[in-house]
């Protein structure tokens, strides 16, 4: 079976343009979750999705969002993107309806450079 | 709000020591993983520790869960070159609806 797949895997982009990134979970996992890691440092939980439903968001501005397929793949846009932006933005999915329940596979990421 | 802190922050070692990284919460946790990085990748899970002051062991590791489920620990025995990454924790709260990473701790392994 195929893995927790992110697309792309590396982007730089201007400040002020717009991001997307992609992510299509294991099959047969509901749950997606997006998280930004900052060199050195853990990742940040940024927002849960269980079954197109937003179940958790982090401690991000309004201009991250995300969202979630009727096939359980998911979105996260990015606006306005500021020099701070500049992160490996992971994509995990799991089974359980709590993010914390049950164990996350990641994908490889997003390497996202704000220039 | 909740905290998640992993002391060490590096840990240098030579081939054959023991290695321990300790993770402190700022508040009870419903459950407690392990997650595993290598440098230039993701995050592999490793395990799931969810009882008060239980102890699960894989190979030459060892994991702990706190009696008071506010800290945890990982200890490996007799480091090997494949060890080398950054040790994470990660604290599930909330009845497992939210899980905070820890700092972290690097793990590097000299010959």
């Known amino acids: 079976d195929a893995g927790v797949t992110q697309s792309p895997t590396h982007l730089i982009k201007t400040r002020g343009q717009h991001v997307t990134l992609r992510c299509s979970p294991i099959s047969g996992h509901k749950s997606v979750s997006w998280y930004q890691q900052v060199l050195g440092q853990g990742p940040q939980f940024i927002f849960q999705?269980?079954?197109?439903?937003?179940?958790g968001r982090g401690n991000f501005p309004d201009r991250f969002s995300a969202r979630q397929f009727p096939n359980y793949s998911s979105e996260l846009n990015v606006n306005a993107l500021l020099l701070g932006d500049s992160a490996l933005y992971l994509c995990?999915?799991?089974?359980?309806?709590?993010?914390?329940?049950?164990?996350?596979?990641f994908g490889n990421g997003t390497r996202l450079t704000v220039t | 709000g909740q905290q998640v802190m992993q002391i060490p922050q590096y840990q240098h070692v030579q081939e054959g020591e023991d290695f321990t990284t300790y993770c402190n919460s700022s508040?009870?946790?419903?459950?407690i993983q392990w997650y595993k990085q290598r440098p230039g990748g993701h995050p592999v899970f490793l395990i799931q520790l969810v009882k008060s002051g239980e102890v699960k062991k894989q190979k030459r590791l060892t994991f702990q869960f706190g009696e008071a489920k506010k800290n945890s620990s990982l200890h490996i025995t007799a480091t090997q070159t494949t060890d080398v990454g950054t040790y994470f924790c990660?604290?599930?709260?909330?009845?497992?609806?939210?899980?905070?990473f820890g700092t972290g701790t690097q793990l590097k392994v000299e010959l």
């Open positions: 999705y269980y079954e197109k439903e937003e179940r």
């Open positions: 995990a999915s799991s089974l359980a309806r709590g993010v914390g329940n049950s164990p996350l596979h």
């Open positions: 990660a604290g599930a709260t909330g009845g497992g609806n939210k899980l905070t």
């Open positions: 508040t009870t946790l419903s459950n």
